[in-house]
């Protein structure tokens, strides 16, 4: 079973009765999957927004784990699968897809996006816009397979060399409450 429009805008509509300020930033999103879930099908023509999932990986000491994808670093992101129920599941899946890690969960409060950012979308995609639905999922640093540190494909990164600076901020926040 895919991620279904309506699943989606219950996540968008419980992350913004946290985040109202974002409301704006998020209505393409929200007004496509509204007509999406109306309507049963898509009749946008291929221009709806993107949708990701992504997972932002902590571990006991604060520590963000951050993929390598050519000379940039960053976190496991990826599309829905047709066997992704939520798109909390698309992030773990993704997580173990490309950092190899498993051993995950979320701490009680945190179950929902901790970030939904919006950006251009690829020039592959076709479409104006990509929304990502960033997850917060906590592990211990041990779990970080040691050939992907060896090859320089991952690595654990401070809190404060994490961008954009909303996402590290919340990250921050999360942190000082957790302890």
Known sequence: MAVEASAI????????????????ATMPL???LLDHSRQGVCLHHGSCPVVRAGAILLDERGRALAL?????????EGAPAPSDQS??????RVLQEFA??????????????????TSPAAPEDGRRTRFGFRYLFRTHSRVLVPAMAALG???????????????????????????
């Open 87 to 92: 798109l909390s599941r698309t992030a773990s």
């Open 30 to 32: 929200f007004d496509a």
């Open 9 to 24: 805008i219950k996540e968008l509509n419980h992350y913004l009765l946290g985040h109202p300020d974002e409301t704006s």
């Open 153 to 179: 494909r991952a690595r654990w990164t401070s809190l404060d060399e994490i961008g954009p600076p909303r996402l590290r901020h919340r990250l921050q926040d999360r942190m000082a409450v957790s302890r």
């Open 68 to 76: 390598r994808y050519g000379a940039a670093w960053g976190f496991a």
């Open 100 to 117: 190899g890690v498993a051993e995950v969960w979320t701490a009680p409060g945190e179950e929902g996006p901790i970030l939904v950012d």
